[in-house]
């Protein structure tokens, strides 16, 4: 039975699944027989998996679980560290208990958001774990852009801008651009308004070993709250920042 709206990769998880489970490698014909699949989509899948290096073939013609898995794998093991290091440590920080806090991770184009520390008081905007936003309107995605090159950024939307969500949205690059130099100077992004008008957000990036930006994470406010708490709260987001890098191994004398 179909479990998504992509037979094909129904296909492809059950082999996957089955060479997995299997105590010794299996041959194309044994995955078909097992299955019950065609002969034919079941060589081309296998191809498919062959050239990412999510399966091999030995001399036999057998196929095992390739390599790409441990790239996965990896990643996948990053993103939870990151997660399981902002929940431990953003607890030493009172000042950011007092707000909504969010985690999140760049997709692309859009920010994912991961884990939340939700504020006593509600915002009337869901951040649950999952939820896709634009990033060059999201405080988290402004930041963490910034660490990019401005083509890089703008071949994420194929040089078209996304629409803006609110008339407190930036609707160009060379607007962008100037958000992503005082970005650059300060370490802290701002979304005021153009996520969600009223909700003003102020966020910064987080680097791991190789210096990358893998996360953001964003403070959130009304935004008759935002003035008196924006610089108190900045600083110490990037010292919760930096604490988490720290954690993660970045080193920023050998970024410089």
Avoid at 181 to 198: F, K, N, P, V
């Amino acid at each position: 039975m179909s479990t998504t709206a992509v037979p094909a990769l129904d296909k492809t998880f059950q082999i996957l699944d089955l060479i997995t489970d299997s105590a010794q490698p299996l041959t194309a014909a044994h995955i078909a027989r097992q299955l019950d699949l065609p002969r034919s989509s079941t060589h081309n899948i296998l191809q498919s998996l062959l050239v990412k290096h999510v399966i091999y073939k030995d001399t036999d013609s057998r196929f095992h679980l390739g390599s790409y898995l441990l790239y996965w794998a990896g990643k996948y093991e990053q993103q939870q560290g990151v997660i399981q290091l902002f929940k431990d440590l953003i607890v030493q920080y009172p000042v950011l208990l007092q707000h909504t806090v969010t985690l999140s991770k760049l997709d692309l184009g859009e920010v994912v958001f991961l884990a939340c520390h939700e504020a006593p008081a509600a915002l009337g905007f869901t951040f649950r774990a999952g939820v896709r936003v634009p990033a060059v309107f999201s405080a988290t995605g402004k930041a963490m852009l910034s660490t990019l090159s401005s083509q890089t950024v703008e071949s994420l939307y194929e040089g078209v801008f996304p629409e803006p969500i609110t008339p407190s949205g930036v609707s160009n690059f060379i607007d962008f651009s100037c958000e992503m130099t005082a970005i650059h100077s300060s370490r802290i992004s701002l979304d005021d308004g153009q996520l969600r008008e009223g909700m003003y957000c102020l966020g910064t990036y987080i680097r791991n070993a190789s210096g990358h930006a893998i996360a953001g994470m964003a403070v959130s406010f009304l935004q008759a709250e935002y003035e008196a708490n924006r610089s108190e709260v900045s600083a110490v987001l990037i010292e919760l920042a930096e604490q988490i890098e720290q954690r993660l191994g970045f080193n920023a004398a050998h970024s410089a």
